[in-house]
C-alpha cells in the first residue's frame, strides 16, 4: 500500500477492525448508535443473499443466459451500509454494479438481469423503488443525479426539517472520477448547493487500471477542490459504511449541499465476465483482502456478541438458495419483448412527441403485415 496516494488506507473511518472487533469514532461512531443487534444481523444477511445472487447472475453468464455480467464480490458492506441508511423519500443513480443497493431499495434482483440478456435498454419505471436504472456509459448518470437533486431543491423536498426531506445517492467507481461528466457534476452540485451524496467505490481498479494510475492523492481529496465536503471510509466496514453515508445524507438532506463519500474496498472478481483480472493483479493482493472480507468481518462481529443463532444463518442460506433457483428459472423463461415498449417511461407523464413516435412506429409494423412479409 502506498503511503499518501489513493491506495492509502490512511485517514479511514473504520468502527470494526478486520478481526471484527467493534471501535469507536470520535466523528462518526455516534451515526451508527442505532444499529442494535436485530439491525447488524439484517445486514449480515442481506449481504450474505445478494452474494449469492452475484455468483449465480456470474454462472448464467458463462453458461450463455447473460451477455455480460458485472460482479460487486468483496463490495457488499459498502453497497449494503449505504443502502440501509437511506429513507423513502432518497433516491438512487447507480452505475452497473450496485446490486446490492438495488435490494435494499426493494428491486427484486432478478429484474436487473433484463439489461444484461438485452431485453431492456432504457424501459424502467423507478417510481417503485427510488433506484434509477442501471448506467452503462461510465460517469454519465452523475450529471443527471445532479440535476434530480437540483430538482429537490427547488421543488422544496429538502431543508423542511421533516421526515419528508430526501436527497439523491449517486454511485459509481475510482474510475469514473476520471471522466469529464463527474467533474461537471461536482462543479454543478456544489454551486447549486445540491442535495447529493456521491457514493465512490474505489475498488482499486477502474476495468484494468489502477487507481495509481488516475490519481496522486486518496479520491475523497478531489472533493476539496470543488467545496465539496469529503470523508473517506473503510468499504469493507458496513457498519462504518452506514455511519458516514447517515452523515452525508443528513447534511444533504437540510439544505447544507453535496457531500463525496470514498469507500476504500476490492473488486474481488473480474471488472465484467470478459475481463482476467490475473493479468493485472497479484495474489498477494488477493490474499490480503481476503482477510478483510466485508461478511466474515461482520459474522464475527456478531459471533462475538452471541447475536448470530444458528437460524439467522440457516434462514439466509435458504433465502439465498431459494433466490438462486428463481432466478435461474426467470431468466431462461423470459421472451423478447414487443419492440414499442421502448416508448414506455421516456417520461414520467404522457408526451405528445413520443406519442406520435409510437403511432408512427406502430404503422411501419404493420405495413410489414400488409405487404405480406410478416404473417
Not at 436485530?38 to 453458461?63: G, I, K, Y
Request: glycine residues 10%; aromatic residues 10%; hydrophobic residues 40%.
Amino acid at each position: 500500500m502506498d503511503a499518501h496516494g489513493p491506495l492509502s488506507e490512511e485517514g479511514l473511518v473504520r468502527l470494526l477492525d478486520r478481526t471484527g472487533a467493534r471501535l469507536d469514532h470520535p466523528d462518526f461512531g455516534a451515526y451508527a448508535a442505532e444499529l442494535d443487534a436485530a439491525r447488524l444481523r439484517a445486514m449480515w444477511h442481506d449481504m450474505t443473499v445478494v452474494r449469492a445472487f452475484d455468483r449465480e447472475a456470474t454462472s448464467l453468464q458463462r453458461q450463455g443466459e447473460l451477455g455480460l455480467w458485472v460482479e460487486a464480490v468483496g463490495q457488499e458492506a459498502a453497497q449494503i451500509g449505504s443502502g440501509h441508511a437511506m429513507r423513502p423519500s432518497d433516491f438512487v443513480f447507480p452505475s452497473y454494479r450496485e446490486h446490492g443497493v438495488a435490494h435494499t431499495r426493494g428491486v427484486d434482483l432478478p429484474e436487473i438481469l433484463r439489461i444484461f440478456r438485452g431485453l431492456q435498454h432504457g424501459a424502467w419505471d423507478p417510481a417503485a423503488h427510488g433506484f434509477h436504472l442501471y448506467t452503462l456509459v461510465i460517469g454519465a448518470h452523475s450529471l443527471h443525479a445532479t440535476g434530480y437533486a437540483m430538482a429537490m431543491a427547488r421543488d422544496g423536498l429538502v431543508g423542511t426539517g421533516q421526515d419528508t426531506d430526501g436527497a439523491v445517492v449517486c454511485y459509481f467507481g475510482d474510475g469514473a472520477t476520471s471522466q469529464g461528466d463527474v467533474n461537471e457534476a461536482l462543479t454543478f452540485a456544489a454551486v447549486n448547493d445540491a442535495p447529493i451524496v456521491f457514493f465512490v467505490q474505489n475498488n482499486q481498479f477502474a476495468i484494468s487500471e489502477p487507481a495509481t494510475r488516475q490519481s496522486r492523492v486518496p479520491l475523497a481529496q478531489r472533493g476539496a477542490g470543488f467545496g465539496v465536503p469529503s470523508v473517506r471510509v473503510d468499504g469493507n466496514d458496513v457498519i462504518a459504511c452506514y455511519a458516514v453515508t447517515q452523515w452525508a445524507l443528513q447534511h444533504a438532506r437540510s439544505g447544507a449541499g453535496p457531500v463525496l463519500i470514498e469507500a476504500f474496498t476490492y473488486r474481488v472478481g473480474a471488472h465484467t465476465t470478459s475481463d482476467d483480472p490475473t493479468r493485472y493483479r497479484s495474489h498477494a493482493d488477493e490474499a490480503y483482502w481476503a482477510e478483510r472480507d466485508p461478511i466474515a468481518r461482520l459474522e464475527a462481529h456478531l459471533r462475538e456478541l452471541g447475536e448470530l443463532p444458528d437460524e439467522a444463518v440457516e434462514a439466509a442460506a435458504s433465502e439465498a438458495k431459494e433466490l438462486g433457483r428463481r432466478t435461474r428459472e426467470t431468466v431462461k423463461s423470459w421472451e423478447r419483448p414487443a419492440v414499442e415498449t421502448m416508448f414506455d417511461h421516456v417520461y414520467a407523464e404522457p408526451h405528445g412527441t413520443v406519442a406520435a413516435e409510437r403511432a408512427w412506429f406502430s404503422r411501419y409494423e404493420r405495413s410489414f403485415v400488409d405487404q405480406g412479409v410478416h404473417a
